[in-house]
């Protein structure tokens, strides 16, 4: 039985992968990489933040109690629910929903197995991916950006303490939906010019390419990488 033995395991020894595992792949394989993708979000969010403080709104808010202001900033939400804000159209439909979009991609490229896979309407993997690029842009926006006690529009620069209109449910909702359409937008675009772009390596291609995603070279920025940088193959 030994013998027999021995004589099958060098017939089928070249079936075995023996191949040792470096530290990079097991780390690829453990998903979301939740630390720098908070990173990510926490300062993508207070660069928001620092456009605002150069607006007179914001800085003529702060003064009070910070919970109590904070609180009220946005009570308004449950006591008189309500759409629109004081915000113009381009920046409710168009600005909002940018930012919901980099949020979006912020997810997607802290999780190297899913920011992997390409656009495909009929792929179960590709709505993965974007389902969880949704809840995580939904969480931003609502959460870091909007609501939280220390950091947030509700609590630094009290939106909607004075003018209760100002809290209205356009950006909860907007925000993370348009986001996620731009991004399925741009992953299409994507899809379309991947292999032009093997093809072209010159770097005026690589930027014109690169800009057809604007969340990618935002995401990159905040990382504080390179967004026209040659990408491995």
């Known amino acids: 039985f030994a013998e027999q033995s021995s004589a099958y395991v060098r017939e089928n020894l070249d079936r075995f992968d023996f191949r040792e595992t470096s530290l990079g792949d097991v780390q ?24 605002r403080v150069i607006e007179p709104k914001t800085r003529a808010e702060p003064g009070g109690k910070w919970v109590k202001d904070w609180y ?3 009570a ?13 159209t381009f920046i409710n439909y168009v600005g909002h929903p940018f930012e919901g979009a980099v949020f979006a991609r912020m997810f997607a490229v802290n999780n190297p ?14 709505w ?9 842009s939904a969480f931003s926006s609502a959460a870091i950006f909007e609501l939280n006690p220390v950091l947030s529009e509700a609590s630094f620069g ?4 004075k003018n209760p209109h100002n809290q209205g449910y356009v950006d909860y909702v907007m925000t993370p939906l348009g986001g996620i359409g731009i991004m399925i937008f741009e992953d299409f675009l994507k899809s379309k010019h ?9 770097r005026v291609a690589r930027v014109f390419i690169r800009a057809t995603c604007p969340t990618c070279v935002v995401t990159d920025l905040v990382r504080f990488k390179n967004p026209f940088r040659a990408l491995p193959a």
Do not use: C
């Open 72 to 74: 009220e900033s946005i």
């Open 158 to 161: 009290n939106v909607g303490l």
């Open 28 to 51: 690829e394989k453990e998903g979301t990489k939740w630390k720098q993708l908070f990173r990510d979000t926490v300062l993508f969010s207070s660069l928001l933040h620092v456009k």
């Open 194 to 202: 991947s292999n032009w772009e093997a093809s072209h390596p010159s």
């Open 76 to 88: 308004p939400l449950w006591r008189d629910p309500h759409w629109r804000d004081d915000d113009n």
């Open 113 to 126: 197995e899913l920011d992997r896979v390409q656009f495909n309407m009929r792929s179960r993997a590709y």
């Open 128 to 136: 993965k991916k974007v389902g969880k690029a949704f809840a995580w």
